[in-house]
């Protein structure tokens, strides 16, 4: 069970993004985000629901025919997660078992290394991270089941439910 809720979810991810890939191309200066679950994904966008579903339908299409490379999204909270995981890590390290704030503060240049090097390694890190643990170009199965739209804090609300074909 739980693996479905989270196969689904993956599944819906790799959507969101390539949904979200395709608008940002279309309307550069638009918002959007995205979240993703195991029923679907909403979208929280300045744009109207007549702009978003075509790209959706869009997405999908494509994602079937192959470009898996639309999963991934530059702006992907997984990246923020990643970026916080290795610099925390990287800092943890460097402080060690320097128990003063003295020792501490003369390791602060090689903290600060440490955490440069961290910021390097984070996004080739979160983009394999996308592409092989939080989203599944796997979407052959899917179809869109039902689109709901309200409004929600000035945001159009835009809810995207799929069913298995």
Same mark, same amino acid.
């Given at each position: 069970?739980?693996?479905?809720?989270?196969? =689904?979810? =993956?599944?819906? $991810?790799?959507?969101?993004?390539?949904?979200?890939?395709?608008?940002? =191309?279309?309307?550069?200066?638009?918002?959007?985000?995205? &979240?993703?679950?195991?029923?679907?994904?909403?979208?929280?966008?300045?744009?109207?629901?007549?702009? /978003? &579903?075509?790209?959706?339908?869009?997405?999908?299409? !494509?994602?079937?025919?192959?470009?898996?490379?639309?999963?991934?999204?530059? $702006?992907?909270?997984?990246?923020?997660?990643?970026?916080?995981?290795?610099?925390?890590?990287?800092? /943890?390290?460097?402080?060690?078992?320097?128990?003063?704030?003295?020792?501490?503060?003369?390791?602060?240049? $090689?903290?600060?290394?440490?955490?440069?090097?961290?910021?390097?390694?984070?996004?080739? /890190?979160?983009?394999? &991270?996308?592409? $092989?643990?939080?989203?599944?170009?796997? &979407?052959?199965?899917?179809?869109?089941?039902?689109?709901?739209?309200?409004?929600?804090?000035?945001?159009? !609300?835009?809810?995207?439910?799929?069913?298995?074909?």
């Amino acid at each position: 069970m739980l693996t479905s809720l989270i196969s =689904r979810t =993956r599944r819906h $991810h790799a959507l969101e993004h390539a949904t979200l890939n395709l608008l940002s =191309r279309a309307y550069p200066g638009a918002q959007a985000l995205g &979240v993703s679950g195991p029923r679907g994904f909403t979208i929280f966008t300045s744009l109207t629901a007549e702009e /978003v &579903v075509p790209a959706v339908m869009e997405a999908l299409k !494509r994602l079937k025919a192959g470009e898996q490379s639309l999963r991934v999204h530059k $702006h992907c909270g997984t990246n923020l997660i990643v970026t916080a995981t290795l610099t925390t890590s990287a800092t /943890v390290l460097g402080v060690g078992g320097q128990s003063t704030f003295r020792k501490r503060l003369e390791h602060l240049p $090689h903290l600060i290394l440490l955490n440069v090097i961290a910021l390097l390694l984070a996004p080739p /890190v979160a983009e394999w &991270v996308q592409a $092989h643990i939080t989203t599944d170009p796997n &979407v052959s199965a899917l179809e869109i089941a039902s689109v709901f739209t309200d409004h929600q804090s000035g945001w159009q !609300r835009i809810r995207v439910h799929t069913r298995q074909a």
